[in-house]
């Protein structure tokens, strides 16, 4: 039996990060939080003051032997626009800048990899940031599978279905 790992990834709103990372097969869990801020335990009032350097991130726990590290990050690719700065669609700040935080050298050596793979499917330069995890909180509970329990369809981070048929999405 392989170990559950874990890989950490800022694309915009977390609700839409963490409902897109629940729907991969082989993907355990997927938990909305920060990271990569000043301030100790943010609370999400204080992150969207733009004055803790935290960023929405999903903390997504796999299962490496029926998912990659590498795949997770293709799925990253196709979630979001990593070209635009501070910003996913209406959603502007520092809190939604696109980022990899990585937890050793090799989360850090296949998460460059993927990033110059990827360049070449992007008309702007992708702005994504690789950057040390150095600590990861989890987001108060009313932003924990936030479409599910709310009872709304997502309306960010929503994929073509080419896209959903290519990354094997798990789509009800």
């Known amino acids: 039996m392989s170990s559950i790992q874990r890989a950490t990834f800022g694309a915009g709103c977390f609700w839409g990060v963490e409902w897109v990372f629940r729907k991969v097969p082989g993907v355990v869990d997927a938990v909305s939080g920060y ?14 003051t733009g004055l803790t350097g935290h960023a929405e991130v999903v903390d997504v726990s796999f299962d490496p ?26 959603d502007v700040g520092e809190q939604y800048r696109s980022v990899v ?18 360049r070449s499917t992007f008309p702007r330069p992708i ?21 599910d329990l709310n009872g709304h369809e997502p309306y960010c981070h929503v994929f ?13």
């Open 160 to 172: 073509p279905a080419d896209v959903v048929a290519k990354l094997g999405l798990v789509t009800s």
């Open 101 to 118: 935080f990585v937890r050793d050298d090799e989360q850090r050596l296949a998460a460059e990899a993927s990033r110059d793979r990827a």
């Open 35 to 48: 990271a990569g801020g000043q301030v100790t335990d943010p609370s999400y009032r204080q992150v969207c």
């Open 65 to 90: 032997a029926t998912l990659t590290y590498e795949q997770l990050l293709d799925v990253f690719w196709a979630m979001h626009d990593p070209t635009q700065v501070d910003r996913q669609g209406p």
């Open 127 to 147: 702005a994504t940031s690789i950057e040390a995890l150095d600590v990861f909180y989890a987001a108060e509970p009313y932003h924990q599978r936030y479409y």
